[in-house]
């Protein structure tokens, strides 16, 4: 299984809601990464999890909390978000944090009424 | 923070033609990634370099440390190979983010 999957592929919400986006890999990878890609501009990383620990905020509004489960899961929790956070978000793994290729998912095209 | 450049920015080619994209970036780099997105979609790895030249299919990827260049060439161009192609650094260790620096990407449309 050489695949990241992510759920949901699509998510409308409104400002008051609260939702969650999940990522999965099972390649034993040890590092995690949530990526923010607008419109016509390349992503923009946001948070970086290596054995299952916050290793890089980029400083990100707290309206987004990231969970790493365990190290096959990666899990962004949404809430209160604004209309300028609609985005793909895309979740990315590698072996190991700082090295390696990194194998992307197919993204959340989030959507913020 | 390492800055990374692409051109064109946008490319408009026949079937068949052999197709160049290039990327510069201004710091030292421990790796280099081509990664191609077709529009509304995910993200597919192409080639992860850290010198010389990989070969896969009709694509190949070239990089000159010392320049701090790569290159990505398709050959015999297929309207499939239609997409975004991005390149994205990881620099060298010693602080900063640890994700990937991204330039913003090559939109490559090929015509029948």
């Known amino acids: 299984d050489t695949e990241v999957t992510q759920t949901p592929k699509h998510l409308v919400m409104g400002m008051t809601n609260k939702k969650s986006l999940k990522c999965e890999q099972h390649?034993?990878?040890?590092?995690m990464y949530w990526y923010k890609q607008k419109a016509k501009k390349p992503p923009e990383l946001m948070f970086v999890y290596s054995y299952e620990k916050l290793s890089i905020n980029e400083s990100v509004p707290s309206r987004f909390s990231p969970e790493c489960p365990n190290s096959s899961l990666l899990n962004l929790h949404l809430h209160a978000l604004q209309p300028e956070d609609s985005a793909l978000y895309l979740c990315a793994s590698s072996l190991l944090s700082g090295s390696g290729e990194q194998f992307f998912g197919p993204g959340t095209r989030l959507t913020v009424l | 923070k390492n800055e990374v450049e692409q051109s064109p920015q946008n490319l408009t080619a026949q079937e068949g033609e052999f197709i160049t994209i290039n990327c510069s970036y201004s710091v030292g780099i421990s790796a280099l990634h081509w990664l191609q997105q077709h529009p509304g979609g995910g993200i597919v790895s192409l080639f992860m370099?850290?010198?010389g030249k990989k070969k896969h299919g009709r694509l190949i990827a070239t990089i000159n440390i010392q320049e701090k260049h790569s290159s990505l060439h398709i050959t015999a161009s297929h309207p499939r190979d239609s997409a975004v192609y991005i390149c994205?650094?990881?620099?060298?260790?010693?602080?900063?983010?640890?994700?990937?620096?991204f330039g913003k990407g090559t939109h490559l449309i090929i015509q029948p």
């Open positions: 994205a650094v990881r620099s060298q260790a010693g602080g900063g983010a640890d994700g990937l620096t």
């Open positions: 390649m034993g990878h040890r590092a």
């Open positions: 370099l850290s010198s």
